[in-house]
Structure formats: structure tokens, C-alpha cells
């Protein structure tokens, strides 16, 4: 349906004149006859106040299907940092009614995850700001510490806090649930060996590399890891070395020998192996991995310029490979740069 018959729909049925819907708006009534003729359209910002006026979602001015509704909710959780608490309530709204559908409860049980990950992290973010502060002006008490320590994924020396295990529970049981799916071993895995089980991991590695859809390079990365987990650093090295020689032009071995050398604080190293990664990757657009581990480890060696020039190919690639301008992702590598840049000014 037009949104101009919309208009009229929803105003009879509110028991609305357009004298009294135009003077609810403040406007003139002939904008809402404009309207409902189809001779021009709403401005973009009287959409919030006609459908609160009406008692239905801006959504539900258009008319529009549940896959164009989760395509919306998605993309603008995907460029904006945070939803307002209206938007919110009403994408959650929306997003529990769609688990009744057999055919969107799943995309829809993805963006719930989505919905309430995208909340927690905003909130996270201010935690941290603001637990960052009351640190810096009582560095000595503990108040805040552990709330810097959660809301910004801060290390753990207690390892009753810092161990994978209800993670590696859960994924065990996945696993099992589901033998030939091989996403589930690779978390899986990954607990594994941060919590340096490497007899579990290695058990659960022979098993993955049997699977049909197994990925040779990954499974040798993980034997690799699985070595350091052992504290067999030797052995671990050998493993990479030889998984280089045999895919010289593998772009997806470069970069996990790039991170396994980030790993180990071998940084040049890791930045010619990103380097070579990046130049050697056939997709398009690229994504910006590398060029972030790069950034990262000259944050880490203190060359703050190095790592300024690296976020201005971070720039380059999201606007000129992913056609992006105004998303989140553009703003938050333009803060980084912009922090980095003034500490190079402090040095």
C-alpha cells in the first residue's frame, strides 16, 4: 500500500479530520491532503511523530514484509552504534514475535543475539569510559578496577575467573549433538587451547580433520598451538615453517603464520607475513585483518605514526573496497587515528 493510503487508513481509524492530524503534527491540514493524494510525501522527521500519533512502528507505515523488517533491524544495527531505547523496545518487540514463524525464527533468534549483543556492547563501552575515570582519579582502590576489567575484556589473574570452562561445556555438548558440523570443533578447540588442554584439543582436532569440510590449513595452525600448549615452542615453529613451504601462495596460511608470530611477540615477523597476506588476497572487497594486526603491533612497539598510516589504509580500504561513508566502522577507525595522532604529538 502507498504511504499516502496508509495515512488515510490509519487516520480513519484513529477517528482523526486531517484538520486535527495536521495540528497533532504542527503543520498545515493541506501537507496532510498532500499527502493522501500522493502529490508529496512526509518529511523524514514527522515519521516518528505520525507513528506514535497512530500507535504503530515507522515500520508499519510502509507496509512492509518481516524479511524487509529484519533486513532493516539488521543493517541499522550494522552502522549504528547505538538504537535509541524506543527503537530498541520496538525491534525486540518484533523480533520475539517472528520465533512463532517457522519460516524467520531463525534469522530472528540470530538478531535477538544480535539485538541484545549490540545494547550490552554500547553499555559496555560507557562502563569502561567511565570506570577509566574513576581509575585515573583513585588508581589505588579497587572499586572500578573490576568493572574496567569486565566491560573492556581485561585479563584475569584468578584463573576461577579467567578458565573457558562453562564455554568449553557448551561446545563439547554441540559437538556431540552434531558430529559432522565443523564450526562447533573449531570454538571448541580455540577454548581448548587458551586454557592449555592440549590433550582434549588435540583429541578434538583428529576428529575435525576427518570431517568431509575439514580446512588443512587450520587444522596445522591448531597442531601448531596446540604444541605451544604443551610448551613446546620448537615443535610449534616447525610446524608453522612447514606450512608456509608447502602453501607459498596461500594468503589464509600467511595470516595465520602472521598471527601465530603476533602471538608470540615476534612483530616484524608478523608484520611482513600480514603484509604479504594482504597483497597475496584474491577476494574483493578485502577485509581489514591485516592491516589491523599491523596497527596493533605498532601500537604495541610505540611507532603511534606507523600505526596512524595503517588506519589510514584501514580508511581506504572500507570507503573505496566496502562503499562505506558515514558507518560505524569509518568513525570508529577515524577516532583511533585520531588518538594515535595525538599521542605521536606527546612522544
Known amino acids: 500500500m502507498e504511504l499516502g493510503k496508509k495515512i488515510r487508513q490509519l487516520r480513519f ?15 498545515g491540514p493541506q501537507s496532510v491532503s498532500k499527502w493522501e493524494n500522493a502529490v508529496a510525501m512526509p518529511d523524514i ?5 505520525l507513528a506514535e500519533i497512530f500507535g504503530i512502528s515507522i515500520d508499519d507505515l510502509f507496509d512492509l514484509t518481516s524479511e524487509q523488517r529484519l533486513n532493516r533491524i539488521e ?4 552502522t549504528e552504534k547505538e538504537l535509541p531505547q524506543d527503537i530498541f523496545r520496538e525491534y525486540e518487540e518484533f523480533l520475539k514475535g517472528q520465533l512463532q514463524s517457522e519460516e524467520h525464527k531463525k534469522r530472528a533468534t ?12 554500547s553499555f559496555a563501552e560507557k562502563a569502561a569510559r567511565y570506570a577509566k575515570d574513576a581509575v585515573k582519579l583513585a588508581p589505588g582502590e579497587k572499586e572500578s578496577q573490576w568493572i574496567l576489567q569486565k566491560a573492556a575484556g581485561h585479563a584475569a589473574w584468578d584463573w576461577n575467573i579467567s578458565n573457558h570452562t562453562s564455554a568449553i561445556n557448551f561446545y563439547r555438548d554441540i559437538v556431540e549433538e552434531n558430529p559432522d558440523t565443523r564450526l562447533p570443533y573449531m570454538y ?4 581448548l587451547i587458551t586454557d592449555h588442554r592440549a590433550d582434549e584439543a588435540e583429541y578434538y582436532l583428529e576428529r575435525l580433520s576427518r570431517l568431509k569440510d575439514t580446512r588443512p590449513v587450520i587444522n596445522e595452525v591448531y597442531r601448531a598451538h596446540i604444541a605451544l600448549a604443551r610448551f613446546d615452542e620448537p615443535k610449534a615453529d616447525q610446524i608453522i615453517e612447514n606450512l608456509l613451504q608447502d602453501n607459498p601462495e596461500d594468503f589464509n596460511a600467511m595470516f595465520e603464520a602472521a598471527q601465530y608470530y603476533a602471538e608470540k611477540c615476534d612483530y616484524q615477523k608478523a608484520i611482513d607475513l600480514y603484509e604479504k597476506s594482504f597483497a597475496a588476497e584474491t577476494r574483493r572487497p578485502r577485509f ?3 592491516l589491523m594486526g599491523i596497527a596493533d603491533i605498532y601500537q604495541i612497539m610505540g611507532d ?8 589510514d589504509r584501514i580508511l581506504d580500504l572500507l570507503k573505496n573496497e566496502w562503499g562505506m561513508t558515514e558507518d560505524t566502522a569509518i568513525k570508529d577507525a577515524e577516532k ?6 595525538s599521542k605521536t604529538k606527546q612522544a
Open 110 to 121: 540470530n538478531l535477538l543475539a544480535y539485538l541484545y549483543w549490540h545494547r550490552m556492547n
Open 288 to 290: 581489514t585483518d591485516e
Open 304 to 311: 603511534y605514526q606507523k600505526a596512524a598510516d595503517t588506519y
Open 188 to 191: 571448541l578447540i580455540d577454548n
Open 75 to 78: 543493517n541499522r544495527m550494522d
Open 336 to 341: 583511533i587515528k585520531a588518538e594515535l595522532l
Open 45 to 49: 522527521t514527522t515519521l516518528p511523530l
Open 13 to 27: 481509524k484513529a477517528g482523526l479530520t486531517q484538520e486535527q492530524l495536521a495540528d497533532k503534527l504542527g503543520i
